[in-house]
């Protein structure tokens, strides 16, 4: 039984404390302008950019207050917009991580999206929702991010409409999804921020203790595509049931572990419904972070394709392990494997998810 059923969910209505600021970040090389929301509570400070719908701060505060920003990025927007590969912080969709060579079939149609990653489709093809400009309006709390992606972007069927609500609520940040379509259509949404709970220039987070509440993954081919099997965590270095340090087994010959040059797998969260699916602590600042979430899976990815090339917000590179990504998420490939929990969208319908992001200190 994992650590974290049963863990109460922080739900409370503090969004009334929170205020809501808007600046402008510039304009996209298509000469769309930016904008940053600053969303502030007593307790955190979070910086959402209308490019990407993206998270590009939060400061969190450890055990004794001293605030660090937690979330890895850039200081421009130049810099997120030449970066194609790592989508710090940004919605990914419409098809969150990977669909095998791109192609799925939806009522005897077979519909193709580029393939950017491998020969296969990652984060929504080549031109993904975090390289789009979102609108923005201030709601209670927040901001609503909406896009329109038309009818045959990359590839996908039905013109979708995604509204995605972020609110800071005390030490809470709710994101809160309603997406509709006009035709049959596959959808799967995230957030891909990169956490370093020591700060985001603090170097490796393998000595990050992740608490899981997943009894089962998804195993993965070469090119990072399910094989179709749900895997029991037990014995294996994919077993986070209880508190483990993300580096404690990394280095282990599992052939899972070899496939993924680390973590880099779809984790099964236990139960249904809005329920904890992990919790992260780092030893020396003492601070933490809960996911919690509506969705079936969780992407762990323990950033294994940084390589030091790319300078963060502060000036420092970001090497291996700088960072670690918990994407709520239904699993990869998904439109392929008729026995994984379906992302098929019908017009008429209203696809909701909530994940929500709370930041505690001990
Ligand atoms: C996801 C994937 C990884 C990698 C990152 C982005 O987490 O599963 O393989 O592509 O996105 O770099």
């Not at 710090?88 to 799925?104: H, L, M, P, Q, T």
Request: hydrophobic share 35%; net charge neutral.
């Amino acid at each position: 039984m994992s650590h974290l059923i049963g863990a109460p969910i922080a739900m409370t209505n503090l969004s009334a404390q929170t205020t809501v600021s808007k600046e402008s970040w510039g304009i996209t090389q298509e000469g769309k302008h930016v904008e940053i929301y600053t969303l502030t509570s007593p307790r955190l400070t979070v910086r959402l950019a209308t490019h990407g719908a993206r998270i590009v701060g939060i400061d969190a505060p450890d055990a004794t207050g001293k605030r660090a920003d937690v979330v890895l990025g850039y200081r421009e927007l130049a810099s997120y917009e030449r970066d194609r590969s790592t989508y710090f912080g940004a919605i990914v969709g419409r098809y969150g991580n990977r669909i095998a060579k791109g192609r799925f079939t939806i009522d005897g149609e077979t519909y193709q999206v580029p393939p950017n990653n491998q020969g296969h489709a990652l984060h929504g093809g080549s031109t993904g929702f975090d390289r789009r400009v979102w609108a923005a309006r201030e709601v209670p709390g927040g901001v609503e991010m909406t896009l329109v992606s038309p009818d045959g972007d990359m590839g996908f069927p039905g013109t979708l409409t995604a509204k995605l609500d972020y609110t800071l609520d005390g030490a809470s940040l709710h994101m809160s999804y309603a997406v509709t379509t006009t035709k049959p259509t596959v959808v799967n949404l995230t957030n891909h921020a990169y956490f370093n709970l020591a700060g985001e220039s603090s170097g490796s987070i393998e000595h990050h203790v992740l608490t899981l509440a997943a009894s089962r993954y998804t195993p993965v081919d070469a090119a990072l595509i399910p094989t179709g099997e749900l895997q029991s965590v037990a014995g294996t270095p994919f077993d986070f049931r209880e508190p483990t340090a993300l580096g404690e087994r990394i280095a282990s010959s599992h052939p899972q572990m070899k496939l993924g040059h680390g973590y880099d797998h779809n984790f099964v969260v236990d139960g249904e419904g809005l329920r904890v699916a992990a919790r992260v602590r780092d030893p020396e600042s003492g601070r933490m972070l809960t996911v919690t979430t509506t969705e079936p899976g969780v992407q762990l990815y323990v950033a294994n394709f940084l390589d030091g090339t790319l300078t963060g917000k502060t000036g420092v590179k970001y090497g291996r392990r700088a960072g670690f990504c918990l994407e709520t998420q239904h699993y990869p490939d998904s439109p392929n494997q008729p026995a994984f929990p379906s992302t098929l969208l019908r017009p008429g319908a209203t696809l909701r998810s909530m994940t929500v992001l709370t930041f505690g200190a001990d």
